[in-house]
C-alpha cells in the first residue's frame, strides 16, 4: 500500500525535514485563502487542518442529527438501499481481461527503486529486477540511493559491474521530498515509455514485465497496479492480516474498475505511462502518500488505471501493531487527504459520473463512516438504541467479508480445492476480517487529529530484513 514519505517502521527514525515548499504547513499557511482551483497549485495542498475540522464537524453533528431527528433512521435504510444496489453492481461485474502477449515493439521499460541503508535487501533486489523475462536492451533499472550511511553504495558499485542495465543515482544530503523527490528527480535521467516503481524489499516474478506492458496497449490506460503480498505472512497474526488485506483489496479493486469506478495506485508494484506521469507534473511531493495523490491526478486528467490479481509483488509486511498503527495511519491520513485537496475537482464531475460516484461510495464507507462511529455509538448509549449507521456498517461487513473470502481462494487459483481447504480459507477470512477492524479505530483518530495538527511533511522508512 501507499506512502510518498519512507514507509514507517518500528524504530521511526526519521529523515530530515524538508528544505522546501514540503515543509511542515504553519499556522499562518492554515489560514491563507485558496487562489487558485489547478490542480497542481501549491495553494491546493493548504489549509488542509481547516478542511478537515469543516469535514469532521459536518460528519459529527450530522451523525448526531439522525439520532435526534424522527426519520433519521428511514434516511439510513434509504442509504443503505443505494450502497446494495451499488453493491450488486460490484458483485456482478466482469473485468475485462485484455490481451496477455506484447503486439509489435516491445516498449521500452524503466523500473525505479528508492533506496536508502538497504543493504540487506539491495542485493536480491538487484538481481531479480536484473533477471527479468524482457527482450535484451529493451528495460532499465535505475536505483536511487538516498545518501544510505549503511552499506549500500559499496554494494551499488559492485552490482553495477555486474548487471550492464543497472544504473545508479546518489542523491545528496540535503535533497528534499522523500520517495517522491528521489523518483521526480531520476525521472528526467530515464527513457522508458513506461516507468515502473517497486520498492527495496520487493520481489517480483521473472515474467512481471511480460504480463504486465501488454496492458498499457489500451490507449486510456495510464497505471497498472500489480496486487502486493506479504512475503513474511507465516510471521504472526499482523502479517497473516496483511495477505488478507491486500487479497480484500485486489479483489475489490478489479471490481470497481469492471463497474466503471476507479483503479488506484499502492506503491510498489505501480506501472505508469511516461505520458501520463508527465501530464502530471510528476510525483507530488507536497503529500504523504504520493501513490495514491497520483491516482487521483491520473484519473482527473482522464487516464484509466488498470489493477491485476497476477502477476503480484511480494513485499514484507510490518511485524507488530505499533509499526502497522503508525504506518496506516499515515495511509489513512493520506487518502484521506487527497479528497481534502480535490473536492472541487471531484464535484464538479471531472472524472466522469461514473468514477464520481464510485469515489464518493468509497469515502462514505471507508472514511466517513468510521470517522461517524465516535458520536454513533455515544449517542447510541445514551439514548439506549442501537448506533444509526447499524445497516451500513452491517452491509460494509457483509461486502468485505465476502471479498476477502473470493481473494483469498483466488490465490490458490491453481489448486483444487477441497472442503477442508475452503474451510480453511473460511477461518483466515474470519481472522482478517478481525485483523480489518483497526482501520475504524485507525480513521476515527486520524480524522480527528488531522483537523488539530496534520502529520509534519518529513520522511521515515521500513528497516528491511530480508524476511520472506
Known amino acids: ?30 489560514l491563507e485563502e485558496e487562489t487558485s482551483h489547478s490542480m497542481s497549485s501549491p495553494s491546493r495542498f493548504k489549509g488542509r487542518r481547516r478542511k478537515a475540522a469543516i469535514a469532521l464537524t459536518i460528519v459529527w453533528s450530522g451523525t448526531i442529527a439522525l439520532h435526534l431527528l424522527s426519520w433519521g433512521a428511514l434516511l439510513v435504510l434509504g442509504l443503505t438501499t443505494i450502497l ?18 506484447i503486439q509489435g515493439d516491445p516498449p521500452y521499460v524503466s523500473i525505479l527503486v528508492a533506496a536508502k541503508n538497504e ?22 533499472v535505475w536505483i536511487i540511493d538516498d545518501n544510505s550511511t549503511d552499506k549500500t553504495p559499496k554494494v551499488l558499485v559492485e552490482l553495477e559491474q555486474k548487471y550492464p542495465q543497472l544504473k545508479v543515482l546518489t542523491r545528496s544530503a540535503g535533497a528534499s521530498g522523500g520517495k517522491s523527490g528521489a523518483l521526480n528527480q531520476v525521472l528526467p535521467l530515464t ?32 497505471a497498472v497496479q ?14 497473516k492480516g496483511q495477505t ?38 510528476g510525483w507530488n511531493e507536497e503529500t504523504i502518500t504520493d501513490d495514491l495523490d497520483l491516482s487521483f491526478r491520473l484519473h482527473l486528467n482522464g487516464w484509466d488505471i488498470e489493477c491485476v ?66 458520536p454513533d455509538i455515544l449517542m447510541a448509549i445514551a439514548r439506549h438504541r442501537p448506533p444509526v449507521f447499524t445497516p451500513v456498517t452491517s452491509l460494509s461487513v457483509t461486502m468485505s467479508v465476502a471479498g476477502m473470502f473470493v481473494g483469498l481462494r483466488k490465490m490458490n487459483r491453481h489448486k483444487r480445492l477441497s472442503f477442508t481447504d475452503n474451510l480453511t480459507i473460511l477461518l483466515q477470512t474470519l481472522r482478517g476480517t478481525l485483523y480489518m477492524l483497526h482501520w475504524f479505530i485507525v480513521i ?25
Open 309 to 374: 490479481f497476477f502477476p503480484a509483488v511480494k513485499e514484507e509486511g510490518v511485524e507488530s501493531v505499533v509499526a502497522l498503527w503508525h504506518q496506516r495511519s499515515r495511509w489513512g491520513e493520506g487518502g484521506y487527504q487527497r479528497y481534502l485537496d480535490y473536492w472541487d475537482l471531484i464535484l464538479k464531475n471531472r472524472m466522469g459520473t461514473r468514477k464520481t460516484w464510485d469515489l464518493l461510495v468509497f469515502l462514505l464507507i471507508m472514511y466517513i463512516l468510521p470517522t461517524a462511529a465516535v
Open 84 to 101: 446494495g444496489v451499488h453493491a450488486l453492481v460490484l458483485v456482478f461485474a466482469r473485468p475485462q481481461y485484455p490481451n496477455e502477449k
Open 191 to 222: 527513457k522508458g515509455e513506461i516507468v515502473a516503481v517497486f520498492d527495496a524489499d520487493a520481489q517480483v516474478s521473472s515474467d512481471m514485465l511480460l504480463r504486465v506492458v501488454p496492458l498499457f496497449e489500451q490507449d486510456k490506460v495510464g
Open 119 to 140: 543493504e540487506a535487501v539491495i542485493g536480491n533486489l538487484v538481481k531479480n529486477l536484473c533477471n527479468l523475462e524482457y527482450p535484451q536492451g529493451e528495460y532499465e
Open 244 to 281: 488478507a488485506e491486500m487479497a480484500l483489496d485486489t479483489i475489490f479493486q478489479e471490481q470497481r474498475i469492471a463497474s466503471g469506478g476507479i483503479g488506484e495506485l499502492r506503491g510498489n508494484g505501480q506501472f505508469v505511462r511516461r505520458e501520463a506521469i508527465l501530464g502530471c507534473g
Open 1 to 30: 500500500m501507499p506512502a510518498n514519505s519512507w514507509p514507517e517502521n518500528d524504530s521511526y527514525n526519521e529523515l530530515d525535514q524538508l528544505n522546501s515548499l514540503l515543509s511542515e504547513l504553519s499556522l499562518e499557511d492554515e
Open 444 to 468: 476515527s483518530s486520524t480524522t480527528a487529529r488531522m483537523s488539530i495538527r496534520p502529520k509534519r511533511l518529513k520522511w521515515v522508512k521500513t528497516v528491511h530484513q530480508g524476511n520472506g
Open 226 to 239: 500489480v496486487r502486493k503480498a506479504i512475503a513474511n505472512t507465516s510471521e504472526n497474526f499482523w502479517t
